[in-house]
């Protein structure tokens, strides 16, 4: 018999311990299971209750210094989290409490602060939206039961909430909040799904070796790597174009190649390293002059894929979620032969792809998303011919933000650290080993 772990023992007791406390048994979910993963964009209540302060709002026409919204009420009744995402925090402070954190798509995070016990879920943990991590108390610095609910995007307090939520009106649990959040989609992934293959939500690098073999370096989630592991040997010959990509929407790197008889293939990552047998979704694609992956450029909820063909014509060849693609396919038109470099990613975590080109001249270009293309671009940065490859469009160093690798003709790779609107912070070396190596991704 499966043993049950820890956390799931001390859950359990948790639970019981404040069932006696509180004089009430803590209600469970309808389904006893977890809610389908969101595409919607939309948050839910997470707790039910009275509205007794909002960001900035004490809720009687009075100012409070106060980072989120006061769910009143429901001692021992069900915390459920908000959206989908990763925990990322789950522990104590004197003011919160018990709290936990949760990351989701497109630079929001969530908090469920002054819960009875410790959450539900250790950190990293994936939860779905309208699934319950804990249960609502008064723990910290509060001496009455309720929820503190807090909204962050790319780490700052997101006052926008407040138009979500009335003062002193009641809220129901699990029912929509009646507000958009820009960007918020789980189609596109984590800000580092798309290169993740072990699994632990940081981004890893791919590379292929002198020898021609394909290798794996893990991330470390402070933008270097541990030394590779070898998924494919003698990859060189026969492969080119390899990216990286979330293709069948798992939450799990996946890796995308066009093989030397034209064939596209898609290796499905496992999350622990590995990766399935290829399939084949598309043909014609070794002659291509760039293949880009890793990002939504539809605004479907789906990650797509984009070719330049050797004339300069930029398509989108929209993804179905499953590891394949779906017509019709959107075609964007000429005038892209004449870059070096086209790197996809969210880097203004707006929630839908964008490029980064590098032009004949070094200039590096931001071509903003928009719906089944790109807007105006703008420069953002000049020398770029100096790298003898490029990759990112994912978040190596843990803040949220999709980053840009370079590899110089000496072997260092230099991170560049994304600012999250489409422009990068100072460079710093994260390896010095890279002189052999064929490409990175």
């Not at 522990?91 to 002054?114: E, F, K, L, M, Q």
């Not at 490029?390 to 840009?404: F, I, K, P, Q, T």
């Amino acid at each position: 018999m499966k043993r049950a772990s820890r956390w799931r023992l001390a859950r359990v007791g948790m639970v019981a311990a404040l069932a006696l406390m509180v004089g009430v048994l803590v209600p469970s979910l309808s389904s006893g299971s977890p809610a389908a993963a969101a595409t919607d964009g939309q948050m839910v209540f997470p707790s039910s209750g009275n509205i007794q302060s909002k960001v900035g709002d004490g809720c009687l026409g009075n100012f409070r210094a106060h980072d989120g919204i006061d769910i009143g009420g429901g001692g021992g009744s069900p915390i459920l989290a908000a959206y989908d995402g990763v925990i990322r925090t789950n522990t104590y402070s004197s003011g919160y409490g018990n709290y936990i954190d949760i990351d989701h798509p497109g630079g929001y995070s969530t908090r469920y602060a002054h819960m009875a016990d410790i959450g539900w879920y250790p950190p990293g943990t994936r939860v779905t939206r309208g699934q319950q991590i804990g249960v609502v108390g008064k723990t910290g610095a509060t001496t009455a039961f309720h929820l503190h609910f807090e909204v962050r995007l790319n780490g700052t307090i997101y006052t926008a909430i407040n138009g979500g939520f009335t003062c002193l009106s009641n809220v129901t649990r699990g029912n929509l909040i009646p507000l958009f959040f820009p960007g918020l989609g789980t189609g596109p992934g984590s800000a580092v799904s798309s290169a993740d293959y072990t699994g632990d939500d940081k981004a890893d690098l791919l590379i292929v070796a002198g020898n021609g073999d394909l290798r794996l370096r893990a991330g470390i989630g402070t933008g270097s790597f541990h030394p590779a592991s070898t998924p494919f040997v003698r990859w060189a010959g026969t492969r080119r174009h390899i990216t990286h990509a979330d293709f069948n929407g798992d939450n799990k790197g996946d890796i995308l190649a066009a093989r030397s008889d034209g064939a596209l293939e898609f290796y499905a990552g496992t999350g622990t390293g590995g990766f399935l047998n290829a399939t084949t979704p598309g043909s014609g694609w070794y002659d291509m002059l760039h293949i880009v992956s890793g990002a939504d450029y539809t605004g479907d909820g789906r990650q797509d894929v984009i070719g330049v063909a050797s004339s300069g014509v930029m398509t989108i060849f929209r993804g179905n979620g499953a590891g394949a693609f779906a017509t019709p396919y959107v075609t964007l038109g000429g005038g892209w032969e004449g870059f070096h470099y086209l790197v996809g990613g969210d880097f203004d975590n707006d929630g839908r792809g964008d490029l980064m080109g590098v032009d004949d001249t070094g200039t590096l270009y931001f071509y903003p998303g928009v719906a089944n293309g790109f807007g105006v671009r703008r420069e953002a940065g000049a020398g770029w011919l100096e790298f003898t490859a490029l990759s990112g469009g994912v978040d190596y160093n843990g803040d949220e933000r999709a980053d840009l690798l370079g590899r110089t003709p000496a072997g260092e790779i230099f991170v560049y650290p994304g600012t999250g609107s489409g422009g990068f912070g100072a460079r710093s070396l994260v390896a010095a080993d890279a002189a052999d190596y064929l490409a990175i991704e």
